[in-house]
């Protein structure tokens, strides 16, 4: 079982609908979770990070995490045809930065 | 903000032949830095981590090594090439103030070994 799994899509929706996201993990010793885009042929690009449980929000993202589920995702609202990119969710048990990345899930936002 | 440089951008390497890939960063100082690698339509596999000058973490057994000769530089080589090492290397550095988990990532390179 892979410690953090991730639908690798694609997920497809109109131009300004709210893209959800998400991925589960395995591992409880997890406390840094993040959020990367990655469009193709290019190094991924860090969205937002969280420690522990919570929301976090930044513009249209919205990051929630819910360590009793081992479950965490990502909301992007007024889906734009540039958000169409691969999501990658990582996370880390400790502050060496030992991340352990998900498969990434493919988005398209069609106009 | 950090800066990260990758060269090549692209290679193509044959079977058996060596491999040099190098990392640069600018706009930070002792950063830890790390090599990753991915698989066409895969997440990101750790391969090593670096904490200062000369200190290397490896976190897969394979035929690549790492080494970090300078405080903003970081090297990953090969002796000999695999078909199995194709792949998008991808170097990485720590944020600032310690947040290691908040990295940021080259441009990469897709090595292809045919």
């Known amino acids: 079982q892979k410690e953090v799994e991730q639908d690798p899509g694609p997920l497809s929706v109109p131009e300004g609908a709210i893209v959800s996201l998400n991925c589960t993990y395995s591992?409880?010793?997890?406390?840094?979770f993040m959020w990367y885009r990655q469009y193709s042929r290019k190094g991924p690009e860090l969205l937002m990070y969280?420690?522990?449980?919570g929301n976090k929000e930044d513009g249209r993202f919205t990051a929630q995490v819910d360590k009793s589920s081992k479950y965490i995702s990502l909301f992007i609202r007024d889906s734009q045809p540039s958000d169409s990119a691969t999501y990658l969710c990582?996370?880390?048990?400790?502050?060496?930065?030992?991340?352990?990345f998900g498969a990434g899930t493919q988005v398209v936002v069609t106009p | 903000s950090q800066t990260i440089h990758q060269w090549p951008a692209t290679l193509v390497q044959p079977v058996g032949s060596p491999l040099s890939l190098e990392c640069t960063v600018e706009?930070?100082?002792?950063?830890?830095l790390y090599w990753y690698r991915q698989a066409a339509g895969r997440g990101l596999q750790l391969l090593f981590y670096s904490v200062g000058i000369g200190q290397i973490s490896s976190e897969v057994p394979q035929n690549l090594s790492a080494s970090r000769p300078q405080d903003r530089q970081f090297i990953l080589s090969s002796k000999k090439l695999l078909l199995s090492d194709s792949g998008f290397y991808l170097c990485a550095c720590g944020g600032p103030s310690g947040s290691s988990y908040e990295q940021y990532f080259g441009p990469g390179t897709r090595l292809t070994v045919t």
């Open positions: 990582a996370m880390s048990a400790d502050s060496w930065g030992k991340l352990q």
């Open positions: 969280t420690y522990s449980s």
């Open positions: 706009g930070t100082s002792n950063p830890n």
């Open positions: 591992n409880s010793a997890f406390q840094y």
